[in-house]
T-cell receptor
Framework: KQEVTQIPAALSVPEGENLVLNCSFT??????LQWFRQDPGKGLTSLLL?????REQTSGRLNASLDKSSGRSTLYIAASQPGDSATYLC???????????FGKGITLSVRP | NAGVTQTPKFRILKIGQSMTLQCTQD?????MYWYRQDPGMGLKLIYY???????DKGEVPNGYNVSRSTTEDFPLRLELAAPSQTSVYFC????????????FGSGTRLTVV
């Protein structure tokens, strides 16, 4: 059974800091990995999708990497801003029906 | 383009009552999913569908039922509400195949008292 772990559960950093959020998964036979953002009381917004054949994806100040063989992904946020404060969830697709398995998320707080 | 629309946004149910959570998508996606999110527990898959007329159980299906009569709609039915079903429910869709990401609805916050 696939398990996705995100540690730590919460993180507080000063504005401007570059930071890395980690995600690990137990079964390396994934089709893809996605990073989502969730604001309090809101739904999930897809940030980046990395196919199993890819090593990384970039969107603006965000860069996600994937090391499938070791079961790890990182989300790099450059020059963090208070508006980046949210919960970041990592999820992997295992199986042809594209079912996602989620981590519990990392709640990020960026202090002005 | 509305994406994935969920109704209602909030609902309070009494124990034993029934209700249907509605989900509609306008992207012609074949795959649709229902997840529940409990505090600190991440999202867990309840049911999913790979096309009209086809549904299957996810990780936590007990107490729920679904149907998929059209590509657009994927309602989730709670027959006998229990306090354990207090949660936030998210509907999502994706295009066929694993090259595509998910689009999520904004969620339904359900409280059973």
């Amino acid at each position: 059974k696939q398990e996705v772990t995100q540690i730590p559960a919460a993180l507080s950093v000063p504005e401007g800091e570059n930071l890395v959020l980690n995600c690990s998964f137990t079964d390396s036979a994934i089709y893809n990995l996605q990073w989502f953002r969730q604001d309090p009381g809101k739904g999930l917004t897809s940030l980046l999708l990395i196919q199993s054949s890819q090593r990384e994806q970039t969107s603006g100040r965000l860069n996600a990497s994937l090391d499938k063989s070791s079961g790890r992904s990182t989300l790099y946020i450059a020059a963090s801003q208070p508006g980046d404060s949210a919960t970041y969830l990592c999820a992997v697709t295992t199986g042809a029906n594209s079912k996602l398995t989620f981590g519990k998320g990392i709640t990020l707080s960026v202090r002005p | 383009n509305a994406g994935v629309t969920q109704t209602p946004k909030f609902r309070i149910l009494k124990i034993g009552q029934s209700m249907t959570l509605q989900c509609t998508q306008d992207m012609n996606h074949n795959y649709m999913y229902w997840y529940r999110q409990d505090p600190g527990m991440g999202l867990k898959l309840i049911y999913y569908s790979v096309g009209a007329g086809i549904t299957d159980k996810g990780e936590v299906p007990n107490g729920y039922n679904v149907s998929r009569s059209t590509t657009e709609d994927f309602p989730l039915r709670l027959e006998l509400a229990a306090p354990s079903q207090t949660s936030v429910y998210f509907c999502a869709s994706s295009s066929q195949g694993t090259n595509y990401g998910y689009t999520f609805g904004s969620g339904t916050r359900l409280t059973v008292v």
